[in-house]
T-cell receptor, first 112, second 113 residues
Framework: SQQGEEDPQALSIQEGENATMNCSYK?????LQWYRQNSGRGLVHLIL?????REKHSGRLRVTLDTSKKSSSLLITASRAADTASYFC????????????FGKGTKLTVNP | EAQVTQNPRYLITVTGKKLTVTCSQN?????MSWYRQDPGLGLRQIYY???????DKGDVPEGYKVSRKEKRNFPLILESPSPNQTSLYFC????????????FGDGTRLSIL
């Protein structure tokens, strides 16, 4: 079953603007990861945030996690055309299932 | 170079003709898994393996088989493919279970006619 749900499904912005994508999930998690997928290619790991962390940064990426609301957000600052891709959140649910559960993704288009 | 290699990258075949998609990783990872990606449904896990000879079902295992005889290889077998298995397939690996980033292959696009 799909646990993570990204919002919005699609986002179109201009180069230089910030892009925010949200992920909601249903059950308690050990950690949450964000991945990026260029069209037709494999997923590339961006950032992992553990359930006891609230915020994490990596370059132009900022991820927040609110376990009380069961939600996470990915912020890309000063976006570039090369950031055009689909972005997925993936949750590692508590309970020892050993299954990473992906959302359906947000398709980001950054216009030059 | 550390990588996950899938073969073939593209395959068009017919219903009922057995096929195998190979996946190999050169990072000595213990955990490997297979996903399928369909429009509007995101990635769904088919099978995963926590180590050699240890495999388990994911969310959509019907119609698929896997084996893990060696640490580096995790082939996906479609014994009797059907059109509803037309999809984009990804293999992934990580050093151990799920608390770490997954490394993905470039994908295999299967079309079953």
């Amino acid at each position: 079953s799909q646990q993570g749900e990204e919002d919005p499904q699609a986002l179109s912005i201009q180069e230089g603007e910030n892009a925010t994508m949200n992920c909601s999930y249903k059950t308690s998690i050990n950690n949450l990861q964000w991945y990026r997928q260029n069209s037709g290619r494999g997923l590339v790991h961006l950032i992992l945030i553990r359930s006891n962390e609230r915020e994490k940064h990596s370059g132009r990426l900022r991820v927040t996690l609110d376990t009380s609301k069961k939600s996470s957000s990915l912020l890309i600052t000063a976006s570039r055309a090369a950031d055009t891709a689909s972005y997925f959140c993936a949750t590692d649910p508590q309970g020892g299932s050993e299954k990473l559960v992906f959302g359906k993704g947000t398709k980001l288009t950054v216009n030059p | 170079e550390a990588q996950v290699t899938q073969n073939p990258r593209y395959l068009i075949t017919v219903t009922g003709k057995k096929l195998t998609v190979t996946c190999s990783q050169n990072m000595n990872h213990e955990y490997m898994s297979w996903y399928r990606q369909d429009p509007g449904l995101g990635l769904r896990q088919i099978y995963y393996s926590m180590n050699v000879e240890v495999t388990d079902k994911g969310d959509v295992p019907e119609g698929y088989k896997v084996s893990r005889k060696e640490k580096r290889n995790f082939p996906l077998i479609l014994e009797s493919p059907s059109p509803n298995q037309t999809s984009l397939y990804f293999c992934a690996s990580s050093p151990y279970t799920l608390g770490v980033p997954q490394h993905f292959g470039d994908g295999t696009r299967l079309s079953i006619l």
